[in-house]
C-alpha cells in the first residue's frame, strides 16, 4: 500500500520516465533523447546503447527478469512477447545483458494478427520498433517497451502508428497556421486527451456461470431485476466498502505506472462506475487508457470481482462509455481551444475552433464510423448516450461569438456572473459562460471538445486518428485561404474568411436536446448523416474522398485504409457470430433445462393437487403452464429461426453484405429470442436457473 504521505514519491515508481532518465542518463545521452522526443528526430543507434544499458540496470533493480515490446495491434487490445535478459557464458553461467538493438527492435510473428490480407499467413515477419515519446515501465516482473507494429514490408498493422503520424500531421498544418498569425516561437502542436473509462463490476463468481459474459462480454438473455436504475440513488452515491477498497487499489497500481488517475465515482445504473484520468500527450494517453483497461480487470479479480467493459453488459440500463476530452496545445503553453477572457477577439482560438466545427461537418460519416463496433452500436442512440447523428455543442457564449461573426458584428461581452444560493452561510458562485449537454456527441467544455461517443471497450486511438487527421486538413485549408490575404486589414478579411466556413458547416451546430424525435427530424432536415450502425458507415471509409484526406496527410496508404475496411467488418461479424452462437447454446441447454425441471415439479403439484381438490385445484399452477407453454413454444420457434439464418450468414461471401446480414437479420432473430426467453425466465424461480440473474448480478455488491 502507497503511503499517502510518501504519494508523490511513489507515483511513477515503475516509469522509466523523464525524472528517470535525467538522473541516469549521461547528459548528452539525455539530450539526444530528449531532442527525439520533442523533435520526432532519430536516434542513433550509440545512443539507444547507452539507453538500453541503463533502462536494463534500472529495471533489474526494480525486480524485472525480462523484456517485452508491447504494442497494439488491429484487434484492439494489446500483444506481448517477453524474453529474458540473461545471456548464457562460455564458463555455464549467465549475465544480464540488453542491447540498443533489442531495445528499438523486435520481430513478433506478424502473420497471426488482424491484417486485413497486408499479410499472407505464410508470411510470417514482422517488425516491433521502440517508440521513445511513450515512456517504458514494469509491470508483472517484465520491463514494457511501447512500440509500434508493421509488417515486413512497413505497413502498418496497429493502431499506434497512424496514430503517431495523425499527431504529426496535425502539428505540422497547425504550426504553419500560428506562424502565419505571428506567433514564431511555436515549434510544435500536441494533441492532448483525457479519457473517462465507464466499467461494471459484478461477482466474479456470478461471472464465471454466465457462458454470454464470458464469451461475448454482455448478457444475451436476462429479464430485468423489479428496480433497475429509475430511483437514480447510484449515480454519485456513497461508494460501499469493497468497491471503495477496489477502487483504493486499482489507484495505487495506475499510479505506480504513472497513470494519473484522477477522479472515481458510481455512475448511473446499478453496478456501474468511473474513473476519470488527467490530461496527457494523445500517444502517452491511449497507452494509458489501454493500460487503465489491462489493470482494471487484473486488480478486479483480486478482489473477487469481474470487471465488465463491454459497451451494453445489461439490457435496460445504461451502458458504458469512454468519453474523449480532446484539446490542441502549442510547445510554448498556449490552449487552442481556450477562448480566454476575450472569445470574440482571440484569433488564434476563432481559427482552431472553426477548423474543428468543419472538419466535425465534413468528415462525420469517418467519426462515426470510429467508434462502430458490435457493442458500441447497441449503446449508441440510448437514453445514456448521445445519438448516432454527430452535432456540435458549442454553448451560449460561442453561439453568439458566432453569430457575431455571421452577422460582421463585435461580441458584447457580459462578464462573468455571480450566483447567490439563496443562504448567507452558503458562497457566491461565479457561473460558467454555459452550461453543458450531456445528450451532444461533441461538446465544447470551457477548453476542451468531448468527443462522447467513444465505446467504453475500445481504443481511442482511432477516434483521434480521425479527428487530428480531418483537423489537420481543415487547417491546410484556411492556411490557403489566409495566406493569400494582404497583411493589410488582415484580421478583418480573416473573419470574412471565418464566416465564409461558418456559414458552409453551421449546419453540425446544435445546443439542444439530442435525445429528441425532433432532432432526428431536424437533423435529417439539415442534411446530417444518421448512420446507426458499423455497416451503414462502413462504405465512407473507402470512399474516394477518405483515401483522399488519409494519403495526403500521410496516416494511411490506400492498402492500410482498405486492410481496415476488412479487419473493421470481419470483427463485426465476428462478434455477431459469437453473440448468436452463445445465445441459442445458452437457450437451448441452460433455460431449457431450468424450465423442463420447473414444469416437472409444478405437474407434481398440480396433480397432487387435483388429487384432493378435484378438477378445481391447481388453478395457479395450470396458469403458470400454459403461459410458460406458450413462452417456450415462440421460443422454440426464434430459435430455430436464428439457428437457420445463422447458417445462412456463414455462407456470405462479401464481407460488407455479410455484416449487413448480421445487422438486419441476426440481430432482430436475437431480439426475437430474447423477448421470448426472457418471458420465459420471468416466471421460472431462481433456484432453476444454472446462471445468475440480473437482480443478483446487479444487486449483489457490498
Not at 514490408?153 to 505540422?172: C, F, H, Q, V, Y
Request: aromatic content about 8%; glycine content about 6%.
Amino acid at each position: 500500500m502507497i503511503d499517502a504521505s510518501k504519494l508523490t514519491e511513489e507515483f511513477g515508481c515503475l516509469v522509466f520516465n523523464d525524472k528517470v532518465m535525467r538522473q541516469r542518463l549521461p547528459k548528452d545521452i539525455y539530450q539526444a533523447v530528449h531532442k527525439t522526443i520533442e523533435k520526432g528526430t532519430h536516434l542513433e543507434l550509440d545512443v539507444a546503447n547507452c539507453v538500453a544499458a541503463v533502462m536494463k540496470e534500472w529495471a533489474v533493480e526494480n525486480g524485472a527478469t525480462h523484456f517485452t515490446h508491447w504494442f497494439q495491434p488491429m484487434t484492439g487490445l494489446t500483444a506481448e512477447k517477453h524474453d529474458s535478459f540473461i545471456s548464457p557464458t562460455s564458463d555455464g553461467s549467465v549475465i544480464m545483458e540488453f542491447s540498443g538493438k533489442e531495445l528499438v527492435k523486435g520481430e513478433p510473428d506478424a502473420s497471426s494478427f488482424p491484417s486485413g490480407g497486408l499479410r499472407a499467413t505464410f508470411e510470417a515477419r514482422g517488425y516491433t520498433a521502440w517508440d521513445p515519446s511513450s515512456p517504458a515501465f514494469i509491470k508483472d516482473g517484465s520491463l514494457y517497451i511501447p512500440t509500434a507494429f508493421c509488417s515486413y514490408g512497413g505497413e502498418a498493422l496497429d493502431k499506434k502508428t497512424p496514430l503517431l503520424r495523425s499527431m504529426e500531421a496535425l502539428s505540422n498544418e497547425a504550426v504553419k497556421v500560428m506562424k502565419l498569425l505571428g506567433y514564431e516561437d511555436v515549434n510544435r502542436v500536441n494533441t492532448t486527451i483525457g479519457s473517462e473509462q465507464e466499467y461494471f463490476l459484478i461477482d466474479k463468481d456470478f461471472y464465471k456461470k454466465r457462458k454470454d459474459l464470458l464469451f461475448t462480454g454482455r448478457t444475451l438473455i436476462g429479464a430485468p431485476a423489479s428496480k433497475g436504475q429509475e430511483m437514480e440513488d447510484h449515480y454519485f452515491g456513497v461508494i460501499k466498502p469493497k468497491v471503495s477498497a477496489y477502487m483504493h487499489d486499482l489507484d495505487e497500481e495506475l499510479w505506480k505506472l504513472g497513470i494519473p488517475a484522477k477522479t472515481k465515482h458510481n455512475e448511473v445504473a446499478p453496478s456501474q462506475h468511473e474513473l476519470a484520468p488527467v490530461f496527457e500527450t494523445a500517444n502517452i494517453a491511449v497507452d494509458h487508457n489501454q493500460l487503465t483497461m489491462e489493470v482494471m480487470k487484473k486488480v478486479a479479480d483480486k478482489h473477487n470481482y469481474a470487471c465488465l467493459l463491454h459497451e451494453k453488459p445489461f439490457e435496460g440500463i445504461n451502458g458504458s462509455g469512454k468519453h474523449n476530452n480532446w484539446s490542441i496545445c502549442t510547445d510554448t503553453g498556449i490552449n487552442l481551444l481556450n477562448p480566454g477572457k476575450h472569445p470574440g477577439q482571440n484569433i488564434p482560438f476563432l481559427v482552431f475552433l472553426m477548423s474543428v466545427i468543419a472538419a466535425v461537418d465534413e468528415y462525420a460519416p469517418l467519426l462515426r464510423l470510429s467508434v462502430a463496433s458490435a457493442g458500441n452500436d447497441h449503446r449508441l442512440g440510448g437514453n445514456e448516450a448521445p445519438p448516432a447523428i454527430i452535432s456540435i455543442f458549442v454553448g451560449d457564449e460561442l453561439a453568439e461569438v458566432l453569430k457575431c461573426i455571421e452577422e460582421g458584428k463585435d461580441f458584447a461581452e457580459t462578464g462573468k456572473i455571480t450566483m447567490g444560493m439563496g443562504a448567507t452561510v452558503l458562497p457566491h458562485i461565479t457561473k460558467d459562460n454555459t452550461d453543458r449537454n450531456r445528450t451532444s456527441p461533441f461538446a465544447f467544455t470551457g477548453n476542451k471538445f468531448e468527443f462522447r461517443m467513444p465505446g467504453s471497450a475500445v481504443s481511442v486511438a482511432n477516434a483521434n486518428i480521425v479527428l487530428n487527421t480531418a483537423v489537420a486538413e481543415q487547417l491546410s485549408r484556411i492556411y490557403e485561404k489566409l495566406s493569400k490575404l494582404d497583411k493589410e486589414g488582415f484580421e478583418e478579411k480573416l473573419k470574412d474568411v471565418l464566416k465564409e466556413e461558418l456559414l458552409a458547416h453551421k449546419r453540425v451546430l446544435f445546443n439542444g436536446n439530442g435525445y429528441t424525435d425532433e432532432w432526428v427530424q431536424e437533423a435529417e432536415k439539415r442534411g446530417l448523416p444518421n448512420l446507426k450502425s458499423l455497416p451503414d458507415a462502413m462504405p465512407y471509409w473507402i470512399s474516394d474522398e477518405s483515401i483522399k484526406l488519409f494519403t495526403k496527410h500521410g496516416i494511411f496508404t490506400k492498402e492500410e485504409i482498405h486492410s481496415r475496411y476488412d479487419i473493421l467488418l470481419e470483427n463485426y461479424s465476428k462478434s455477431i457470430h459469437i453473440e448468436a452462437l452463445t445465445m441459442q447454446e445458452m437457450v437451448r441447454k441452460d433455460l431449457t433445462e431450468g424450465i423442463i425441471s420447473y414444469e416437472k415439479d409444478l405437474t407434481k403439484e398440480l396433480v397432487q393437487k387435483k388429487e384432493i381438490l378435484g378438477e378445481a385445484g391447481g388453478s395457479l399452477e395450470t396458469g403458470i403452464l400454459k403461459t410458460l407453454d406458450s413462452a417456450s413454444s415462440n421460443m422454440s420457434e426464434a430459435l430455430a429461426k436464428l439457428f437457420e439464418d445463422t447458417k445462412v450468414a456463414e455462407t456470405k461471401e462479401d464481407l460488407l453484405d455479410q455484416a449487413s446480414y448480421y445487422k438486419e437479420t441476426i440481430l432482430k432473430d436475437m431480439d426475437e429470442l430474447r423477448k421470448y426467453a426472457d418471458e420465459a425466465e420471468n416466471m421460472i424461480p431462481d433456484k432453476y436457473l444454472s446462471y445468475p440473474t440480473y437482480g443478483q448480478m446487479l444487486f449483489s455488491l457490498r
